[in-house]
Nanobody
């Protein structure tokens, strides 16, 4: 059974930084891509950043130049470094692993950007 657990969310002031982690455990085979998504209250979930097994990255226009996705490391953990945070970045952030045996999602971690 595969489990994804996010951590690192919290309250931060505008202009601040946070690093989110997503640790995957269980029987993971054939990872094709990993990603971070977010959902703000009253809005649809949107893609934030993805990284393929080959290391190619893709970012939403709203976070380009501010956010960096990395990983996975030897513990199948991916990261999202978030800098210059804005109030509009406030959302629940979830990670996802796309594999040859299925797609997996974490429960999410809350990020709140407010003064």
């Amino acid at each position: 059974q595969v489990q994804l657990v996010e951590s690192g969310g919290g309250l931060v002031q505008p202009g601040g930084s946070l690093t989110l982690s997503c640790a995957a455990s269980g029987s993971l085979f054939g990872i094709d891509a990993m990603g971070w998504y977010r959902q703000a209250p009253g809005k649809q979930r949107e893609l934030v950043a993805t990284i393929t097994s080959g290391g190619s990255t893709k970012y939403a226009d709203s976070v380009k130049g501010r956010f960096t996705i990395s990983g996975p490391n030897y513990k199948n953990t991916i990261y999202l470094q978030m800098n210059s945070l804005k109030p509009e970045d406030t959302a629940v952030y979830s990670c996802s692993f796309v594999t040859t045996t299925g797609d997996y999602w974490g429960q999410g971690t809350q990020v709140t950007v407010s003064s």
